[in-house]
């Protein structure tokens, strides 16, 4: 408990600048929870307590469709993000988890838990991963039917045999070799509106002019809060006066009522 005493987390956790309904039609909004890595541990905790109440705000009916982003998800725990993704598509709530591999959800979650959250989700996108998440994956995307050739050239004559053979969609061996920026997924669809292409392998084309202009734009329309240190720190030293008189008064009720004085332990000299 004593490292949750920090200057930074008593401004955080003391705040009433806005509520975690962020999908509220009548108050919409944007929040950005970041860890530090020097503090996983610490923060982690103050992090999943705050996200498993935005849950609980967000996953309720009549409410605008929105998006719960986690990335470095193992870095915090949520308990029943199973149920979450399950129950919050009928809400219009989409979830996106972001690990480095699946070993890692393993290791955090316990592996009864990380298979229920890897089998329920309908949407993979992976970029290059070894072992035996590149293995899961393509048993994952399937096998079809791939045509295969063959050429034999004898003395006398050349013949070419053609057939077909259910091969793995996307092998592992080829998902441990995918350079930066390509990945391999799986995609979703309805009955009504079928996919032809379910299981892709694309690459991704970054136009870092047209993201840097995007980035200005946005900018300038963003408004802006400064929180400098000062007020962090006036705001630790308040807290810490306020609890100080809370316990002052609490002492001198207690020492001033005959039934509750025992309560209170006095030290010997």
């Given amino acids: 408990m004593a490292r949750l005493s920090s200057a930074q987390l008593y401004y955080v956790l003391s705040g009433n600048d806005f509520t975690l309904d962020i999908n509220?039609?009548?108050?919409p909004k944007l929040v950005c929870m970041g860890?530090?890595?020097?503090?996983?541990?610490?923060?982690?905790?103050?992090?999943?307590l705050f996200v498993s109440r935005l849950i609980k705000q967000v996953n309720q009916k009549d409410r605008l469709k929105s998006s719960l982003i986690f990335?470095?998800?193992p870095t915090i725990y949520l308990n029943n993000m199973d149920s979450l993704i399950a129950t919050a598509r009928s809400n219009k709530v989409s979830t996106c988890l972001g690990i480095q591999d699946f070993s890692q959800l393993r290791?955090?979650?316990g592996r009864e838990q990380a298979d229920v959250i890897l089998n329920i989700t309908g949407n993979i996108i992976s970029g290059q991963v070894n072992g035996d998440t590149a293995k899961q994956l393509s048993e994952r995307f399937?096998?079809?039917?791939?045509e295969r050739e063959s050429l034999s050239i004898n003395s006398s004559d050349t013949s070419v045999s053609r057939s077909k053979q259910l091969e793995a969609a996307v092998p592992a061996s080829k998902i441990s070799c995918l350079s930066s920026?390509?990945?391999v997924g799986m995609t979703?669809?309805?009955?009504?509106?079928?996919?032809?292409l379910k299981t892709f392998h694309s690459e991704i084309i970054n136009n870092h002019n047209e993201l840097k202009k995007e980035e200005n734009s946005y900018q300038q329309i963003s408004p802006v809060r400064i929180i400098n240190n000062t007020m962090i720190e006036r705001n630790y030293l308040q807290i810490k006066d306020d609890i100080a008189e809370i316990v002052n008064s609490e002492l001198e009720r207690l020492l001033h009522?005959?039934?509750l004085s025992h309560l209170v332990i006095k030290k010997k000299k």
């Fill in 24 to 27: 509220n039609p009548a108050d």
């Fill in 35 to 48: 860890n530090n890595p020097l503090k996983i541990q610490t923060y982690g905790a103050v992090l999943s």
């Fill in 71 to 73: 990335d470095e998800f």
């Fill in 107 to 109: 290791k955090d979650y």
């Fill in 142 to 146: 399937g096998k079809i039917m791939q």
């Fill in 181 to 183: 920026g390509e990945f």
């Fill in 188 to 196: 979703a669809d309805n009955p009504d509106c079928k996919i032809e």
């Fill in 257 to 259: 009522d005959p039934a």
